[in-house]
């Protein structure tokens, strides 16, 4: 048995499916070769940064790695800017529909 749909309902599904797509072109698709982790990573470390070792470092905050099946503790350190003014972007975990996965630091 073959069932019919009204064309009020034929419109509105194509409409559900047209906003689907479109929600989906507006997230970007996940870098090649990453590992995704299932749960989520503990809440940042509060750290004692002490004194700088000399003018022109910055503070690069700890952060948690996945390694063997658990999450591992980095701890943060001080870095020499390679430039004047240059900037430091913060590594960062990002959840996806795939899981977590880590998007490194990196100077800008």
């Not at 048995?1 to 034929?10: G, H, L, W």
């Not at 000399?54 to 099946?69: C, E, F, K, Q």
């Not at 975990?93 to 100077?107: A, D, L």
Request: positive net charge; aromatic residues 14%; glycine residues 12%.
């Amino acid at each position: 048995m073959m069932m019919r749909m009204s064309r009020n309902a034929f419109f509105q599904l194509g409409g559900v499916i047209a906003l689907s797509a479109g929600i989906n072109a507006c997230i970007p698709p996940p870098p090649v070769g990453v590992a995704y982790v299932r749960r989520a990573p503990p809440a940042v470390r509060v750290e004692v940064r002490g004194v700088a070792p000399g003018p022109g470092h910055i503070w690069v905050a700890g952060y948690y790695r996945w390694d063997s099946g658990d999450y591992v503790w980095v701890p943060g350190h001080w870095e020499a800017r390679p430039r004047a003014r240059a900037r430091w972007v913060e590594g960062h975990w990002r959840h996806t529909r795939h899981g977590w996965y880590w998007v490194e630091g990196h100077w800008r």
